[in-house]
């Protein structure tokens, strides 16, 4: 983080992985719970020698610059406070003669991360340090075993409590999605042993939910379910009936995967269909393609231990994949290349050997080729305990809208105004936008609890492009309210012409 850097986010908005501390020459005792929060969550940066005052950040500086260096590092380097060793790494600003000191405190490989004592573990929502509920810290346990459980062995089970049917579908799936694979010339026994679905007494976790009886399957993972809803409107309010349709349960996950995506592929017009020469259905479309990564990601990711269940969600503006277990990397890493580790590599192969999975990572590239076709938004979200992914329905406000809607029809043409790219989520929360609201007050009318979804999908574009203005310069002003700016009075208006 540069000087540069450092003022400008002193003076932007709500930021995750920042935080401010004012420290002359002890360390505040609110110390500790950051590192905690950000070694549980996605790593930030501690800067001491700033104080926060109402709207305003005042550098204050720190007068024993060395003490409190040293005082840091032999807390997180030592093993008397915290549980692990927390690697991190230092920046020094000298600014108007005041000497700032700026911690970056890494996300864990191993969490929880805690101080004295495990009920105080504490994660990063928003801009602030929470304690950890019992819930979350069960996912961070869980996640210790990242990678590890779907080749375990599930006591009680043989394979008789394979699910035959299907058994013979995947392999004829195989055989004609992947015919050169040397699987396809096994012996049963040896196929289930190679690809982990048995080892060689006992299903493997893997194994039995991919291709088990749903009632053996139940034994081990009470109420197992993967949910497809389909909401006629754009949150559970305004619905009436709550769901149109809502998915029956099927027997294991591969059967999940043909009878969800069969119902996502109406969400998509014109898809191209043909048959390959070894008489496999192809459908060629980046919107299939970017749908299908984000559903095989869903079933291959998921940490079927939680008490949540995956779910996919069709409203009429977006479609939601809700995924319980975090993603293993922040998000931006995630984006910039592909990170080999899944959370079950049982699936993961399972799914890859007939090539419903081809990449090495976690298919954000795939999933990205939907911005491309639709112009339109792909986000993602990741928390402690739940991976979202979401794909907006509604075409990016421009070209499109405005030659239906504000060019008059007469000739010569008569060009509108240049229009700044609005997309559908902005516009819904515009149009439901009286007087002066609060964050809060905005996120209960359209129905949305996640403020870290709402803040960059909802909050910031609409404020970067002017459609909404903030009435106190500091983001966290305890009586913050936003308003519709000329321009976003504006624009509903030529909308309603």
């Known amino acids: 983080m540069t000087k540069k850097e450092l003022l400008a986010r002193l003076a ?32 930030g940066w501690i800067v001491l020698g ?33 549980n692990v060793l ?72 043989t394979i008789k409590d394979l699910n035959r049917t299907t058994l013979a579908r995947y392999r004829d799936y195989m055989l004609r999605a992947n015919p050169s694979s040397p699987y396809n010339n096994l012996t049963e026994k040896d196929f289930l042993e190679k690809l982990q679905i048995t080892d060689g007494k006992h299903l493997t976790y893997g194994g039995l939910l991919f291709m088990g009886k749903n009632l ?14 389909e909401i006629p409107a754009t949150n559970y309010a305004d619905a009436s009936p709550r769901y149109t349709f809502r998915i029956e ?28 020469e070894n008489g496999v259905g192809i459908e060629d479309s980046p919107e299939y ?48 290349k592909d990170v080999s580790l899944p959370r079950n590599p049982v699936l993961t192969k399972l799914f890859r050997n007939v090539k419903l999975a081809d990449n090495a990572g976690y298919g954000f590239d795939k999933m990205l080729k939907w911005e491309k076709a639709t112009h339109t938004k792909v986000l993602f979200e990741n928390s402690i305990d739940v991976a979202l992914v979401t794909f907006n329905l509604e075409e990016l406000f421009g070209k499109k809208e405005v030659d239906q809607e504000s060019t008059p029809p007469v000739t010569p043409p008569v060009t509108p105004p240049v229009t700044p790219p609005v997309n559908g989520l902005i516009i ?32 910031q574009p609409a404020l970067e492009q002017g459609y909404i203005a903030a009435e106190f310069a ?18 509903l208006k030529n909308r309603q012409i």
């Not at 969490?111 to 304690?131: A, C, E, H, M």
């Not at 002066?436 to 709402?454: A, G, H, P």
């Open 289 to 336: 393609d970017a749908i299908r990564e984000a559903l095989v990601n869903l079933l291959m990711h998921c940490d079927y231990f939680s008490p949540m269940r995956p779910r996919v969600r069709v409203f009429t503006n977006r479609i939601e994949f809700e995924n319980p277990g975090a993603f293993p990397r922040p998000i931006p890493e995630l984006l910039k």
């Open 86 to 157: 927390i690697q991190h790494t230092l920046k020094k600003y000298d600014i108007d003669g005041q000497k700032i000191l700026a911690f970056f405190v890494p996300s864990s490989e191993r969490k929880p991360v805690y101080f004295n004592s495990l009920s105080n573990t504490f994660i990063r929502t928003g801009s602030g340090d929470q304690r950890a509920t019992d819930s979350e810290i069960n996912a961070l346990l869980r996640d210790q075993l990242f990678g590890v459980m779907s080749a375990r062995p599930v006591e009680r089970t």
């Open 12 to 43: 932007d908005i709500e930021w995750d992985d920042f935080e401010v501390k004012e420290a002359k020459s002890e360390l505040p005792k609110s110390t500790w719970e950051t590192v905690s929060a950000f070694a549980n969550s996605s790593g």
């Open 249 to 276: 349960e099927q027997e294991n996950l591969w059967e999940y995967y043909f009878a969800i995506i069969e119902r996502l592929r109406r969400q998509i017009k014109n898809i191209p269909y043909h048959l390959d």
């Open 50 to 82: 700033v104080k926060q005052i109402g709207k305003k950040f005042e550098i204050t500086g720190v007068d024993n610059a060395e003490k409190l260096e040293n005082d840091f590092s032999t807390v997180l380097r030592g093993h008397e406070k915290f």
């Open 428 to 459: 819904e929360m515009l149009k439901i936008i009286e007087g002066k609201m609060s964050r809060k007050e905005i996120q209960d009318k359209l129905n949305i609890t996640n403020k870290k979804y709402f803040i960059p999908a909802y909050l």
């Open 216 to 229: 053996s399957i139940n034994k081990s993972f009470p109420d197992f379910r993967v949910d497809l809803l």
């Open 474 to 491: 500091n983001p966290n002003h305890p009586k913050q309210r936003y308003f519709l700016t000329e321009k976003g009075l504006q624009y």
